[in-house]
């Protein structure tokens, strides 16, 4: 019983230091595809499809419109 006791413990230590040590590398060098653009719209997003016509349209075009940042 007193091993099995010891494999938990180290086991929930392991645990803990591995996901400790993956977020603090998330948040010091984040990768490539959690960068976003000055509008805060993610690089790698797909684009949204229009109900109107079926066609699909880009995302950072669709946020810079509804910024006023595009003429309609």
Known sequence: MRFAKLQ???FSILSVVIS???LAYIFMD???YLHATRNGVP???PPVINPADG???DLN???RHYQAKEPS
Do not use: D, R, S
């Open 20 to 22: 400790i040590g993956g």
């Open 30 to 32: 984040p990768p490539v």
């Open 55 to 57: 066609k699909a349209l």
């Open 61 to 63: 075009m669709l946020v």
């Open 43 to 45: 690089y790698y997003t």
């Open 8 to 10: 938990m413990i180290a």
